[in-house]
């Protein structure tokens, strides 16, 4: 069974080393022995985007966020499509803003959205950072949230925040989901530092629940991560 994966606009989308999703996402299901073709969306490429089994954008710089919109905005019928569709897709960082109605720039400069969702983000001139525990059912995640802007209106998000900034308050509601299509501001790279995390995106792309991955390093950064944030945590109490 192949797998296609596309990496859209990695050459300017690309902060923090976030391009690790795609290699250690393509690792997982090469060693679960699918073959796996990870294609690249770059800026100002035109191209046929529909088909792909999984959609990833990582995050960027803001004003290379404000570079990508208008060519997003060129393919926005697809990528509505393949939302709609349930086809797998993760926007980490500020990407994930692209897909609501409406950005606010700190200078005040509006830029209009996918508008998948209608929700909107107003940047501020301070920025927001720190580390995270993001928490899905059981589940409990760790990254880093380095933003400038508040984002509000979203009606499904992501996680509970039991660490750091969310969407718009701290400790609050972090990220989107809609259907298939994830948003999250938690970076790290997210997939490379949550197993658990990487089995679940992988398990809804190929359809299947999947165990976490053996991975003893990527295991025992996830344990020591949560375990040193977690301790942070309690002595905040």
């Not at 996830?222 to 942070?232: G, I, V």
Request: hydrophobic share 35%; glycine share 10%.
């Amino acid at each position: 069974m192949e797998i296609k994966i596309l990496h859209m606009f990695g050459d300017v989308m690309n902060l923090y080393g976030e391009y690790a999703n795609m290699e250690v996402m393509k690792r997982y299901l090469t060693d679960l022995g699918y073959d796996v073709c990870v294609d690249t969306l770059s800026l100002y490429e035109r191209k046929d985007i529909s088909g792909y089994d999984f959609y990833y954008m990582g995050s960027g710089t803001e004003k290379n966020q404000k570079r990508v919109l208008p060519e997003l905005k060129h393919y926005e019928p697809a990528v509505k499509a393949a939302c709609e569709s349930g086809k797998t897709m993760l926007f980490t960082g500020n990407s994930f803003e692209l897909l609501g109605s409406k950005i606010t720039a700190a200078d005040g400069m509006q830029y209009e959205g996918l508008n998948l969702e209608d929700f909107v983000t107003i940047e501020g001139k301070r920025r927001i950072v720190g580390d995270a525990i993001a928490q899905l059912g059981e589940q409990r995640f760790v990254g880093f949230i380095n933003k400038c802007g508040k984002t509000s209106g979203i009606k499904n998000s992501l996680f509970e925040m039991r660490m750091g900034f969310g969407n718009d308050k701290e400790k609050g509601t972090e990220g989107l989901r809609i259907r298939n299509c994830f948003g999250t501001h938690l970076t790290g790279p997210i997939m490379v530092k949550n197993p658990n995390f990487l089995a679940m995106i992988a398990g809804l792309v190929i359809g299947e629940e999947l165990p976490a991955p053996t991975y003893e390093a990527m295991k025992r950064s996830y344990e020591t991560t949560l375990k040193a944030l977690e301790a942070r945590l309690s002595e905040q109490k």
